[in-house]
């Protein structure tokens, strides 16, 4: 199971990114994908996921209503758009996969079996 991470950058406060997170070595449709992400001197925090089958949809509380997530299966990768973005938004953002997620701890890094490498995301004017 390998998952990268790309589509990070440098982006103005209000702007807008869509990361990507291919993934390889499994079929990610039949995995929860999801997306966490650290700030210098925080813990990680979950920012998002989707559901294998079905693909129900969480945000945190914190990204509700600007970021939104999604999933190509013909291309094995989830996508996590960023909008309205402000400067505590930067982070390093790292996608991660699990096959039997337990839905009540989708926020938990513990959780998650397989986390690929971050992508920086910097939000500054």
């Known amino acids: 199971v390998q998952l990268q991470a790309s589509g990070g950058g440098l982006v103005q406060p209000g702007g807008s990114l869509r990361l990507s997170c291919a993934a390889s070595?499994?079929?990610?449709?039949?995995?929860?994908i999801g997306w966490f992400r650290q700030a210098p001197g925080k813990e990680r925090e979950g920012v998002s996921c989707?559901?294998?089958?079905?693909?129900?949809?969480y945000y945190a509380d914190f990204v509700k209503g600007r970021f939104t997530i999604s999933r190509d299966n013909a291309k094995n990768t989830v996508y996590l758009e960023l909008n309205s973005l402000k400067p505590e938004d930067t982070a390093i953002y790292y996608c991660?996969?699990?096959?039997?997620?337990?839905?009540?701890?989708?926020?938990?890094?513990?959780?998650?079996?397989?986390w690929g490498k971050g992508t920086q995301v910097t939000v500054s004017s």
């Open positions: 989707i559901r294998g089958v079905g693909g129900i949809t």
């Open positions: 070595g499994f079929t990610s449709e039949y995995y929860a």
């Open positions: 991660v996969a699990d096959t039997r997620l337990l839905v009540s701890l989708w926020g938990l890094p513990s959780t998650w079996d397989y």
